[in-house]
């Protein structure tokens, strides 16, 4: 693997990659973004099929290697720049839970959003990934209240990847935004990193009219 820092980013404005934008700019990242557009189906054109064959973002190559998946391109992008302390370290007590919440996301939080927006059926507890909504739900609010973070005192980049979650599924009504939930998504939004990528992002939308 490449011990370069250089990132190409694969992107597009209001799509679950604008949080990737925001953890590289909190990493202080170098990259460059490579921009696609939705609207007109650039995402499965061969081009980008050839870097991810499921036509979606976000994307990033660093060297040889391709990361796709959300999840495994914040802990990528978090332990490719150390220096940043956006991923706790092995040997850490926040190690497993840094990893844990990560995983929770894509394993729990976004399928049982899915099937609750589809309307599906519940399945049994015994069968379903995520066991029921209300138990998955309630896992994760709870670790809100204990705050100010979802590892406590400590930042990382799970919370970039959750207040981007809790900000469009709140925005969509898929999930309450309750005072807990607001205060949280205020919390990380907030900081110069999410203001600098949301800038980044309104000058590539302006780009695309």
């Known amino acids: 693997m490449s011990t370069d820092q250089h990132v190409i980013f694969y992107h597009s404005p209001n799509s679950r990659s604008a949080g990737v934008l925001v953890l590289l700019e909190e990493l202080n990242a170098d990259y460059e973004t490579f921009v696609l557009s939705l609207k007109a189906g650039e ?7 050839a870097i991810n064959p499921m036509g979606k973002v976000p994307a990033i190559r660093h ?15 978090a332990e490719l720049y150390p220096e940043a302390g956006l991923a706790p370290q092995v040997g850490s007590p926040l190690r497993g839970p840094f990893l844990r919440w990560l995983a929770f996301y894509g394993s729990s939080f976004e399928p049982a959003l ?13 069968t379903c990934p995520y066991g029921d909504f209300d138990t998955m739900f309630k896992t994760l609010t709870d670790q809100l209240a204990k705050g ?19 900000r469009w ?7 309450p935004l309750t005072p807990l939930i607001r205060a949280y998504i205020d919390r990380v939004t907030s900081r110069p990193a999410a203001a600098r990528a949301a800038a980044k992002d309104q000058q590539l939308i302006a780009a695309q009219a």
Do not use: C, H
């Open 43 to 49: 995402q499965r054109k061969a081009e980008y099929l």
């Open 63 to 77: 060297g040889e290697a391709v990361v796709t998946e959300q999840v495994a391109i914040y802990q990528y992008l």
């Open 114 to 126: 899915v099937d609750r927006s589809q309307k599906r059926e519940p399945t049994p507890p015994s």
């Open 148 to 166: 100010p973070y979802i590892l406590g005192d400590q930042f990382s980049a799970a919370d970039v990847l959750w207040a981007n979650a809790l």
């Open 169 to 175: 599924t709140t925005m969509f009504q898929l999930v």
